[in-house]
């Protein structure tokens, strides 16, 4: 059974870190494209940071290029985004993604349209002062 579980979610002030842990289980992580994604209220879904199956390539949405990192640790089937710098407009809920790597997928088509196999229930992030 395919489980994602998102965990490290809280408050946090503008400016301030926060680093999301997404345990994985039923699948071999490494055969996989990994993701986050976000959604605040009213909003859609959208791809924040997106890894290829080796972590050779990686996808950031613009508005978090340099503040946050997407990375991975195969062996503790662990995905993980650190995010520096926070500010009010990350706030959101954040989903840890994963997709069978099946050519050509990439990392940039998986947080662009979606593409995504399985999801976790997500970890609340809430920035404010």
């Known amino acids: 059974q395919v489980q994602l579980v998102e965990s490290g979610g809280g408050l946090v002030q503008p400016g301030g870190s926060l680093r999301l842990s997404c345990a994985t289980s039923?699948?071999?992580?490494?055969?996989?494209?990994i993701g986050w994604f976000r959604q605040a209220p009213g909003k859609a879904r959208e791809g924040v940071s997106c890894?290829?199956?080796?972590?050779?390539?990686?996808f950031y949405k613009d508005s978090v290029k340099g503040r946050f990192t997407i990375s991975r640790d195969n062996a503790k089937n662990t995905v993980f985004l650190e995010m520096n710098n926070l500010r009010p407009e990350d706030a959101a809920d954040y989903y840890c993604?994963?997709?069978?790597?099946?050519?050509?997928?990439?990392?940039?088509?998986?947080?662009?349209?979606?593409?995504?196999?399985?999801w976790g229930r997500g970890t609340q992030v809430t920035v404010s002062s």
């Open positions: 993604a994963a997709t069978p790597f099946i050519p050509p997928l990439t990392e940039r088509q998986m947080c662009i349209i979606n593409v995504v196999n399985y």
């Open positions: 039923g699948f071999t992580l490494d055969d996989y494209v």
């Open positions: 890894a290829s199956k080796n972590d050779g390539n990686t």
